[in-house]
T-cell receptor, first 110, second 114 residues
């Protein structure tokens, strides 16, 4: 069965400090992994997905199949990064059913 | 020109009532979804529709019935509302049902059952 774990419910960092939001997954097949973000008073939106191997707003995430992790990283946090971050896994094949982690609320302290 | 819209934004009702939440997308997508976000902010898939056919039903109580009159609309009807149904309900859509597809979310409907 699919499972996504985000161990940190709350994470606070100072502006300019590096940030890492942890995500571990459990999935028997080949996973498709995403990070979605929800800024205050805005709708949930895609931040990045592992298949694209891109950097969005300075964030990157690398899929580590050995550790079954997909941690989200940014070298220098900005105040506007404060938001709720969800790691999500898509599957099984033939369906686009997103399984979300419980989310991590990131607060960047000025 | 909102991509995925939901109505109403807020819904307050008494236990035992029947209510509906509407969702519309103007992206031309084939697949639509309903998610439930509980008080702890946990998001869970409820239903998925592809070209008006139900393709996923994640063991949701049968008091919840999705209805898709066409592929641009996916409405959620809830019978005999219970206190535990209080949550934020999100509609979403994607181009098709490929696992790599991005999902686009609506603004959410906050349902409060008294």
């Amino acid at each position: 069965a699919q499972r996504v774990t985000q161990p940190e419910k709350l994470l606070s960092v100072f502006k300019g400090a590096p940030v890492e939001l942890k995500c571990n997954y459990s999935y028997s097949g080949s996973p498709e992994l995403f990070w979605y973000v929800q800024y205050s008073r805005q709708r949930l939106q895609l931040l990045l997905r592992h298949i694209s191997r891109e950097s969005i707003k300075g964030f990157t995430a690398d899929l580590n199949k050995g550790e079954t992790s997909f941690h989200l990283k940014k070298p220098f946090a900005q105040e506007e990064d404060s938001a709720m971050y969800y790691c999500a896994l898509s599957g099984p094949a033939g369906a686009n059913n997103l399984f979300f982690g419980t989310g991590t609320r990131l607060t960047v302290i000025p | 020109d909102t991509a995925v819209s939901q109505t109403p934004k807020y819904l307050v009702t008494q236990m035992g009532n029947d209510k509906s939440i509407k969702c519309e997308q103007n992206l031309g997508h084939d697949t639509m979804y309903w998610y439930k976000q509980d008080s702890k902010k946990f998001l869970k898939i409820m239903f998925s529709y592809n070209n008006k056919e139900l393709i996923i039903n994640e063991t949701v109580p049968n008091r919840f019935s999705p209805k898709s009159p066409d592929k641009a609309h996916l409405n959620l009807h809830i019978n005999s509302l219970e206190l535990g149904d209080s949550a934020v309900y999100f509609c979403a859509s994607s181009q098709d049902r490929s696992p790599t597809d991005t999902q686009y979310f609506g603004p959410g409907t906050r349902l409060t059952v008294l």
